[in-house]
């Protein structure tokens, strides 16, 4: 299983970005798939998730109602958008592919992972 993030970079607060996660390896319509951050010097956070049938859920309580996760399975990409950016959503986000696929998932179900993708917020 290959997983590869694009589109991060540097934005202003209160910017957009859209994260990729183009995936080989594995089919997204059959798997739930994570997106994860990690920050300098903190724990990697488990930010949210969407289902085989296209059921999301966000784990960061800031995140909700921001970022939304989807899918497109014929590209077999999935998708971070994030929007009303702030200066503590900086880090690198990961995206992740589980061994097995349940609802909901738990952050040790993912074993496959991306390179990660920088998202830098600056005020």
């Known amino acids: 299983v290959q997983l590869v993030e694009s589109g991060g970079g540097s934005v202003q607060a209160g910017g957009s970005l859209r994260l990729a996660c183009t995936v080989s390896?594995?089919?997204?319509?059959?798997?739930?798939m994570g997106w994860f951050r990690q920050a300098p010097g903190k724990e990697r956070e488990f930010v949210g998730a969407?289902?085989?049938?296209?059921?999301?859920?966000y784990f960061v309580p800031s995140a909700k109602g921001r970022f939304i996760i989807s899918r497109d399975s014929a590209k077999n990409t999935v998708y971070l958008q994030m929007t009303g950016l702030k200066p503590d959503d900086a880090a690198v986000y990961f995206c992740?592919?589980?061994?097995?696929?349940?609802?909901?998932?738990?952050?040790?179900?993912?074993?496959?992972w991306g390179q990660g993708t920088q998202v830098t917020v600056f005020s």
């Open positions: 390896g594995l089919q997204i319509r059959e798997y739930c």
């Open positions: 969407i289902s085989w049938t296209g059921i999301t859920d």
């Open positions: 992740a592919a589980p061994k097995i696929s349940r609802w909901p998932p738990a952050t040790s179900d993912f074993t496959s």
